[in-house]
């Protein structure tokens, strides 16, 4: 912990929790990448199902929604990244705090798992009218972490340590 205190007693750090506005405004800018993020994947996820746009082919709407979702991701790590450091003694021992960054881990290894097998091929799929299960596969986990993770995102607020009696 004397670690994680460090980290939150720099000037930066105490700068954005002290700050009347800079805190609320990094969240709303955070939770507002986040909706046009999770859109955006939300969408393409919808589309490789076929629920979605289907008068689109994937690969149009995989490329179209990229810089989109890039842009949201971004912000969206650098928003809670400075939310995260400037209160981690509150964070760190959040049980739901943990289960977000594990699902956040688990987000980058189905990037990493499906990119290649998926979302490079989905102009292939679109030619050939077929979507294989390891695509409607990689779609509905994206889908089920990216809700696991914004629901563990909202519960952190309603978490209480337990106390000392």
Same mark, same amino acid.
């Given at each position: 912990? =004397?670690?994680?205190?460090?980290?939150?007693d720099t000037a930066f750090a105490? =700068? /954005?929790?002290? !700050?009347?506005?800079?805190? &609320? /405004?990094?969240? !709303?800018?955070?939770?507002?990448?986040?909706?046009? @993020?999770?859109?955006?994947?939300?969408?393409?996820?919808?589309?490789?199902?076929?629920?979605?746009? *289907?008068?689109r082919p994937m690969a149009d709407?995989h490329n179209q929604f990229r &810089? @989109? *979702?890039?842009?949201? %991701?971004?912000?969206?790590?650098?928003?809670?990244?400075? %939310?995260?450091? !400037?209160?981690?003694?509150?964070?760190? &021992?959040? &049980?739901? @705090? *943990?289960? *977000?960054?594990?699902?956040?881990?688990?987000?980058?290894?189905?990037?990493?798992?499906?990119? #290649?097998?998926?979302?490079?091929?989905?102009? +292939?799929?679109?030619?050939?009218?077929?979507?294989?299960?390891?695509? #409607?596969?990689?779609?509905?986990?994206?889908?089920?972490?990216?809700?696991?993770?914004?629901?563990?995102?909202?519960?952190?607020?309603?978490? +209480?340590?337990?106390?000392?009696?």
């Amino acid at each position: 912990m =004397s670690f994680l205190q460090s980290i939150q007693d720099t000037a930066f750090a105490t =700068s /954005i929790r002290e !700050s009347t506005l800079l805190y &609320p /405004i990094l969240l !709303s800018t955070h939770l507002t990448a986040l909706g046009l @993020f999770g859109a955006t994947v939300a969408l393409t996820d919808l589309r490789i199902l076929g629920f979605a746009m *289907k008068n689109r082919p994937m690969a149009d709407v995989h490329n179209q929604f990229r &810089p @989109f *979702k890039h842009f949201g %991701l971004t912000i969206v790590v650098l928003c809670g990244a400075l %939310l995260a450091t !400037s209160k981690i003694n509150l964070y760190w &021992p959040n &049980p739901y @705090f *943990k289960m *977000k960054m594990s699902l956040l881990l688990c987000v980058l290894i189905h990037a990493l798992v499906f990119r #290649k097998s998926v979302y490079k091929n989905l102009a +292939e799929f679109d030619r050939t009218g077929v979507v294989p299960g390891n695509a #409607k596969a990689a779609a509905i986990i994206s889908m089920l972490l990216w809700i696991g993770l914004v629901t563990c995102g909202r519960w952190i607020g309603y978490w +209480e340590a337990p106390t000392l009696e």
